[in-house]
């Protein structure tokens, strides 16, 4: 079985600062970790991914991505947010050999000017 | 665009009804994926298909869902006798195969269906 938690409902930020939104997994084997954000009234966008290899994974858009095998999380980043980063953030995990993606519950970031 | 599509974008129907979606991938594409977004929630994985087989189907699908690809392009997933519970945003996503496990699904824009 595969699980994921996103601890947090609504992260809100200013403009110029740091972005983080958590998100813990739980996989049978080895975890395949996905990124996507959601704007109102469009489908989902890949923001990035976590295969193997280095933990610190980079994205579109300036996000990037930490994989802790040990806390089990794969935490979502950017060093500056925008106003225009205000939208909903799923975290998204696959196990060894299977297709489907299991979805956090969504985190709401609202960026301020 | 040559990202995923969907039509309808929105379906308003009285309970009871039938109604069926559409999906086109991206066209080298060859797995399909349909999910289900209820207000609040991550999108929860319904069925998906290789080509034109359809290799697993999840609990969520009941026996009035039922989902095709003839072709191995386009897919529909239709509900028979829909119940005011149906009411969600159905997505469909496509990714290649091959090394299918380490790509990504792109997602298309949703349907939209509300019973009433």
């Known amino acids: 079985a595969q699980s994921v938690a996103q601890p947090e409902d609504q992260v809100n930020v200013a403009e110029g600062n740091p972005l983080t939104v958590k998100c813990t997994y739980s996989?049978?084997?080895?975890?395949?970790l996905f990124w996507y954000v959601q704007y109102p009234n469009r489908g989902l966008q890949f923001l990035l991914k976590?295969?193997?290899?280095?933990?610190l994974v980079k994205g579109s858009y300036g996000f990037e991505a930490e994989f802790n095998k040990s806390q089990t999380s794969f935490h979502l980043k950017k060093p500056s947010a925008l106003v225009s980063d205000s939208a909903l953030y799923f975290c998204a995990v696959r196990d060894t050999n299977d297709y489907k993606l299991s979805f956090g519950a969504g985190t709401t970031v609202t960026v301020r000017a | 665009d040559t990202g995923v599509s969907q039509n309808p974008r929105h379906k308003i129907t009285k309970r009871g009804q039938n109604v069926t979606f559409r999906c086109d991938p991206i066209?080298?594409?060859?797995?399909l994926y349909w999910y289900r977004q209820t207000l609040g929630q991550g999108p929860e994985f319904l069925t998906y298909f290789q080509n034109e087989a359809q290799l697993e189907k999840s609990r969520l699908l009941s026996d009035r869902f039922s989902a095709e690809r003839p072709k191995g392009s386009f897919s529909t997933l239709e509900i028979q006798r829909t119940e005011q519970g149906d009411s969600a945003m159905y997505l469909c996503?496509?990714?290649?195969?091959?090394?299918?496990?380490?790509?990504?699904?792109?997602f298309g824009p949703g349907t939209r269906l509300t019973v009433l």
């Open positions: 976590y295969i193997t290899g280095d933990n």
């Open positions: 996503a496509s990714s290649l195969a091959g090394l299918a496990v380490l790509n990504e699904q792109f």
């Open positions: 996989v049978s084997g080895n975890p395949y």
């Open positions: 066209s080298e594409h060859n797995r």
